[in-house]
C-alpha cells in the first residue's frame, strides 16, 4: 500500500506544481499620460510624444494595476502588457513605446510631468514600435527581468511607456491597457507530501488493528 501511496504522491505533486493560473487585469487603478509643457496628467487617453510632435511638450504614460489577487507564493512564468492604438503619427523615426518598471508605487491620479516617479524607472522591457492601429504587445515582462516578488509582496505593479526617441514627431494615442499574468501555485513545501504519509500512517495503524 505505502509504495501506491508513494507513487501516487510522486505523480500529485508535480500536478499541484504546474496548476497554472492565468488572470487578465484589464481595470487599471490608474492610468494616465503626462506632458512635460506642465498641463495636469490626462486619464481620457494614454499618449507617447516626442518633441517634435504636434501636441504640447513630451508625453509619456503611467499605468497601475492591483494584482494582490495572486498569492505571493506563486511563481510567475509570464506576463504581457497589452494596449490598444488609435490613432498615431510617424515622423523622421517610428513612434517606438518604450515599456519600463516604476519601482515606486505612491502615485495617483494628480501625477504630473514635475512628480512623476522618474527617480525610480525601473527595469526595461524593451520597445515596440506603435505606428499601427490596434493591439501592442510588449514582449514577455518575466523574461525581460521582471521582479515580480517585490510586486505580489506590495500587490501593486507600476509601468510606464515612454517614447524611444524623444526628438521625434510620433504622437500616438492609445486605450485600454491590460496586463495577463501567468502563474503556478506552489503547495507548501512538505504539507501535500506530509498529508499522505499521514494518511497512509492511518491506513498502516487500520491495517495493523485488523491484524490483530
Ligand atoms: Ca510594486
Ligand atoms: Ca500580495
Not at 28 to 33: D, K, Q, R, S
Not at 84 to 110: C, K, N, Q, R
Not at 117 to 127: L, R, V
Not at 172 to 179: A, E, G, K, T, Y
Request: proline fraction near 4%; charged fraction near 15%; hydrophobic fraction near 45%.
Amino acid at each position: 500500500m505505502r509504495k501506491y501511496l508513494l507513487a501516487l504522491c510522486a505523480f500529485l505533486v508535480p500536478c499541484m506544481v504546474q496548476a497554472a493560473e492565468t488572470v487578465v487585469f484589464d481595470d487599471p487603478t490608474f492610468a494616465a499620460y503626462v506632458d512635460s509643457s506642465g498641463n495636469e496628467a490626462s486619464e481620457d487617453y494614454l499618449s507617447i510624444q516626442g518633441t517634435d510632435g504636434t501636441l504640447p511638450g513630451v508625453h509619456q504614460s503611467y499605468v497601475m494595476f492591483d494584482i494582490g489577487i495572486i498569492p505571493d507564493g506563486a511563481i510567475v512564468e509570464s506576463a504581457y502588457f497589452t494596449v490598444t492604438v488609435e490613432e498615431f503619427e510617424t515622423g523622421d523615426f517610428y513612434p517606438y513605446g518604450a515599456l519600463f518598471h516604476i519601482g515606486d508605487d505612491s502615485w495617483d491620479d494628480e501625477i504630473d510631468w514635475s512628480t512623476q516617479s522618474s527617480g525610480s524607472i525601473g527595469t526595461g522591457f524593451g520597445s515596440e514600435n506603435m505606428a499601427a492601429i490596434g493591439e501592442i504587445t510588449w514582449d514577455d515582462l518575466v523574461a525581460g527581468g521582471w521582479n515580480w516578488q517585490a510586486d505580489l509582496a506590495d500587490s501593486v505593479i507600476s509601468l510606464l511607456v515612454s517614447p524611444e526617441y524623444a526628438q521625434s514627431n510620433n504622437f500616438v494615442r492609445f486605450v485600454d491597457p491590460v496586463l495577463t499574468v501567468t502563474y503556478n501555485v506552489v503547495p507548501v513545501p512538505g504539507s501535500a507530501a506530509l498529508a499522505i504519509l499521514g494518511l497512509s500512517g492511518v491506513i498502516a495503524a487500520r491495517r495493523r488493528k485488523r491484524n490483530l
